[in-house]
């Protein structure tokens, strides 16, 4: 992973080198705290030690059961389902489909279970309580549909959860394939491991290269933020947070990584809103969204960090030679110049406009680059939990509304389900 | 289209209704203006007459001699493919698979040829001027693949463009059926017109449909916000920004509205962002991003709405029972029932830490339905433009970068370009 932060500077709001210098000393302090809670196994920290404590061994074997499966059905929600959508779709399918099931709309459902060949899916089933409400909902419908469609369900199904609860007494019943949740990882630092990997080794993918690339950044992580990509990307966004760039627009230039733009959203949003600050992560596809949010970013308020993501080298298609009118210009070249010609221009444009902007590369959107940009961004976002103050690795905020649900639906007795009711309403109709 | 702004008031930031009161006024002023250019179909506000100046029967006459396709590929970007994928997505395709090109990545379009059946594909190209680069490169490269799988893309293809340019030339030489882009409407602003309806008319959609309930929400425009549900929405944002609220998290629930949201993100931040304001549109989903966006709504800064929409009917689907332990609550309600109740917890969630939420529900997520929310949100965003004073129908920031790329690949001599290569660098690697 390159971390290019030079457009980050002197733009607006104004960061300066020699902030960055002075914020350096904080940053040697974070990184001693970032290695001792990494030593001790700490909550939270152990994350970023998945590149040796992964076994791919063991994802291998508990996928090795599944014959040549037509297509893989996650069935999790937020961090339990982000990272396997992310590598399934930066990785491409081989073959292999990858469908996620965590919303709990009916509609979709629907549709879902319709076109889904049931016979022929691998369904991995990821809660590490086993009573996530929207998972086991699911996880219980997809089941009824199993077996009202004449499949077995116990042959197509793999868990990954806690060392109890009530997924992993299903496994135990029905001696389905389980894994085990890693230690001290929230869900959403958790896509480098039995969360995530299973579909990458369902789709054949090199689940060793994943771990290595990700390995290659962790051992980038020093005491000093000009030493390390991901604590260079992690330092500028607080200091920029800091001096008003309330935003974080993440631009990935690939179809591929679109999904990652929303696994970074969780990441960057569940981590670091707390205590009234935080970063707001603001998704976007480039070059798509040249045509939807550029405008806003150029002209807008001086609110944002840009962050434009791209791979060195992609796959070869020529545009074919044409004598269009004004378009002759684009004959001959290749969509991938093309691409990268507005990569480039945006990035050029941002900084003329004086948005603050980071560039991140990867040699290539494979196991390794994908391994190096997860970890990168999860090491980045640990550095700014570091330095903002804040709890990285808890969502204590999210509870509120879980024992409303919860009341609402008889579920008991909880205070937070009789203040739904209390509602004021303002309707125009 | 209900707009309910009960929990937008009093939260923080502060909006009062005696504020709102005093804003009317300038409401009143500003539906005067839209009203005198709807009149005069001046530019753009010529957007809010589609309800009575598209032509559905034009848009069926020009899909009828595609003889039940199995997919249909629009080839555009911006608003020229999201307001096909907004009504595609919505509508559900009924057996009819619809794809967009709107980004040149190459690892993408390569992935997408290989998986259409090219044959028995509906090519959309839509461009007003003709000369779009990402769309007509695309466009070359289909063109090329059917000439190379011995289809004749002649029969497959339709265009919606202007008066003049390739494609209209195009449409004459291969008598290829076309369609004209309206008059005076941005691209944004098109989705109820030749740009998108003819998606939904392939599918088999209502098309008058749509367009009746664009028109319900139209005849509700009035010289008050508390009579208009659109201007009830559009006020309430504009308020709410200039209080601080420099993000609208538009978070349907519903994973059909899924681009809907990325419409709307677009029609926001193109149109408001401008002159150092306009909101950032964040884009999330319900209930799936409740694990992961609603921790830094309900903890981090002070700075955002958030719009949640919903249907008031949805399909229904039993959760089956269970003796799973701590699930028995969910068993014998239906999926909808959870969603719903996760809807009302969430937004009671946010009204309990003092954030602004705004509820907008229809009725159904049908062709009425999604005319309602479509044009709604249209003429929101045309009064907000209005009563900040920004030219919300024109897009300049963007004209830099379109001039840099352009010299980049050779097709003239741009300033812009020579700015590109004097890139600052700083890179961590």
Redesign the interface.
């Known amino acids: ?7 980050a ?2 733009a607006e709001p104004r960061l300066t ?1 020699a902030t960055l210098e002075r914020l350096d000393e904080r940053v040697a302090d974070a990184h001693d705290r970032i290695e001792r809670g990494r030593a001790d196994a700490a909550h939270g920290y152990a994350a970023l030690n998945l590149p040796d404590t992964a076994d791919p061994d063991a994802v291998r074997a508990a996928v090795d059961r599944f014959d040549d499966p037509a297509a893989v059905l996650t069935v999790g ?3 339990s ?2 990272g396997a959508a992310t590598l399934a779709e930066a990785l ?1 399918g081989d073959g292999l489909d990858h469908y996620v099931l ?10 879902l279970l319709d076109s889904l060949p049931l016979g022929d899916t691998v369904v991995h089933v990821v809660s590490r309580s ?2 996530t ?2 998972t ?3 996880f ?2 997809v ?2 549909a199993m077996d009202r469609a004449g499949v077995d369900w116990t042959r197509r199904t793999l868990v990954t959860t806690g060392a109890d ?2 997924l992993r ?2 496994a135990a019943r029905h001696d389905l394939p389980a894994l085990d949740v890693p230690a001290g990882v929230p ?2 630092f958790s896509a480098l491991s039995t969360v995530a990997l299973p579909v990458a080794a369902l789709a054949g993918h090199d689940v060793d290269a994943l771990l290595d690339g990700a390995r290659a950044e962790a051992d980038r992580l020093a005491g000093s ?5 991901a604590y ?1 990307y992690g330092a500028v966004c607080y200091a920029l947070e800091r001096r008003g760039a ?2 974080n627009a993440m631009v990935p ?4 990584l679109e999904y990652f733009a ?1 696994w970074f ?2 990441l960057w ?2 981590s ?7 970063q ?4 976007a ?20 960090l840009v962050t434009l993501v791209r791979p060195r080298e ?4 020529p ?2 030679e ?1 004598d ?4 002759a ?3 001959g ?7 990268d ?2 990569f ?6 941002l ?3 004086n948005c603050p902007n980071v560039r991140i590369e990867l040699d290539r ?1 494979d196991e390794r680059g994908v391994g190096e940009l997860l970890y990168g961004m999860e090491a980045a976002c640990v550095l700014y939990g570091e330095l903002a103050g804040v709890e990285t690795f808890t ?4 509870e ?3 024992r ?3 009341g ?5 007795d909880f205070e ?2 009789d ?2 009711g209390e ?7």
Do not use: C
């Open positions: 992973m390159y971390v290019d932060i030079g457009n500077l002197d080198r929600i937020g961090g389902a982000l491409g965590d919303n709990v709309d009916p509609a979709h459902v629907d549709a086993g009573t409400a929207e086991l909902a699911n219980l419908i089941r009824e609860g009530n007494e299903l869900g959403r933020l000009f030493d390390s990509p260079a309330a935003i230039y690939a179809e591929s929303e959203a969780q949003a569940e670091l809103g707390k205590d009234a600050v935080g707001t992560p603001a998704r596809l480039g070059a798509t969204d040249q045509h939807s949010q550029l405008q806003l970013y150029r002209a807008g308020p001086r609110d944002k992609r796959p070869r298609i545009i074919p044409t269009l009118d004004g378009l210009y684009l004959g070249g290749s969509l991938g110049d093309l691409l010609a507005e480039r221009a945006t990035e050029a444009s900084a003329a406009a959107i969502q204590p905020a999210v509120w509304g879980k409303a649900a919860r609402l639906l008889g579920g008991g937070e389900a203040a739904v509602k004021r309403r303002l309707v125009v109709d």
